[in-house]
């Protein structure tokens, strides 16, 4: 279809497709009520895809497949304002609300003013262009006057309209991460084993500041618009209609705005959106109260600070000033090392804080922290505390800066800290700190398989200390596993037997099943195919194994600590002297059949499992990707064939079968 569509009838297509797609996005991401499926969505945006592949002239910048097309930049543009972002005047009371009020009235005697409260969101403020409807320039607040050029990384934010139905050209708002997308981030985080973020707001900061637009668009971002700085050809009476408009013309306003007519009005609103703050979902650090008629702002103006017709009602501090009694050093389930200070006990938020993370060595150094100083604290919502300061006029004489270990503190074992990472990591396989999650791995179903070994006979295992490392599990009876509780003999019986069975499962898997840091399936299979041996790899240099394609310098450098460690190296020759295979096939030299050809995988093959079918392709120099395009030489048919197979057909991509695959590997 796509080969006799001419280019007029494609344009039209696709500005139909775009037109559709953004008013979908609207009412998922602003009015959160979706009219049609997600695969539904999916087929639109696909099909759009497939039509700017085909018509690469006719791709724009406001087109929704270009949300993180960006491409990455070492500086960020200065954009100056076209009027400045200022700041806002503080009130901390209601007495404060009032003298507000009286303040205003004395510049404008004989007024009366109504009001528009929203919650102060703790996010990072930015302007956003407009030019004919279309989205051109966003930047970061700045001085207030002057701001950073982020316009791709924005275009990555879903509640952002890339066209409007109202020709807005210049608007504010806050970009912030929803609390539970922060958990849900750092949990993530943590189980990579890189550094976690302190809040919501340092999170979203940090997301819409990268040099590269994908990474933004793998962070859970929102925002709220809450001001008009420039609209040629409209006219709004009240900030009311500015908000009115917004959320027409496609923006995302906060649902928790309220007009209120009169100041008792504004503190009970105030009052009762301290009371919700954490159910808000976001943080939110106060209420911004703005005098809602237009011509009032107007005459009341700005000083060079803060605008005369808002202030920020701000919410009770959640901050405290404790001691930190001691730091100590724990091991996480990657091997990560993170401090955590020890403090004497104090309630913030109506919660009593005793410990708090202090994330890293960095951290500790930038901040100066030590053993006996006092340090304010700080607890946004249900975020987990951190020290945001010391308090350096209390620091005791005698404290010392402090050292950052160079041994893992639960087993002794060496600490490496890769070049370029903020944190130190236990290198170790059979650290007890990292024992259960890495057995969990060690035998799943992508590492070695092995069927019935459980959460809770991992538990008991490490608990009764009858195993202390990978190579313990193969010397495990069935006498042992009986002892457990809750375990019979037929399942002890059953688990000996898939212990055994996992002794072969090949070179790859194992290196997998490992844990070496960043090495997954991929990364194994390359090495198992280049080197053959546990042995061949552990005698690599860094610069050899960087040489590898598809292995860099970082992955190259966690290879050799890894082996270098003396404990993994004995944990090797005990894995060899139970049986385990350490080594594989090298593949031979020379050309390769499926050398630089990209291949998909979809379906059940009649022999082949997906793991098999990939070792082979990859054995035999082809690559295999997820998805469908227009660079894909061959997918794999099976049974059950999804819509990959669809995809294929629709691009005129050469579909095989199992047997057609092994006819090529074998040519």
Known sequence: MLRSMTRADAAQRITDLREEIHHHDYLYYVEARPEVSDAEYDALMRELRELEASFPDLVTADSPTQRIAGTP????????????MLSLDNATSPDDLREFEARIGRALPGATFSYVCEPKIDGLGIALLYEQGRFVRGATRGDGRTGEDITPNLRTIRSIPQVLRRAVLEVRGEVFMPRAEFAKLNRALEDAGTPTFANPRNAAAGAVRQKDPAVTARRPLDMFLYHVSRADGHAFASHWATLDALRVAGFKTNPRAERCQTLDAVVACCERLERDRDALGY???GV???VDALEHQRRLGSTTHHPRWAIAFKFAARQATTVIEAIEVNVGKTGALTPTAKLSPVELAGVTIRNVSLHNEDEIRRKDIRVGDTVLIERAGDVIPYVIQVVLAKRPADTQPFTFPSQCPACGGVAFRPTGEAYWRCTNSACPAQLKERLRHFGSRRAMDIEHLGDSTIEQLVDTGRVKDFADLYTLTGAELGALDRFAEKSAENLVRAIGASRERGLARLLNALGIRLVGERVAQLLATRYGSLEAIAAASESELGE???????????IVAFFKDPTNQRVIERLRAVGVVTDAP?????????AGKTIVLTGSLPTLSREAARELIEGSGGRVVSSVSRKTDYVVVGEAAGSKADDARRMG????????LLALVRS
């Open 548 to 558: 590898v394609h598809g292995i860099g310098e970082e992955i190259a450098r966690s």
């Open 653 to 660: 991509v050469t579909m095989l079968d199992e047997a057609g």
């Open 288 to 290: 911004v109260v703005k």
């Open 283 to 285: 943080d939110a650090d």
């Open 73 to 84: 930049t070492d500086i960020f543009k200065p954009v100056e304002h076209h009027a400045a």
């Open 586 to 594: 090298v593949a031979p030299a020379g050309p390769k059949p499926l």
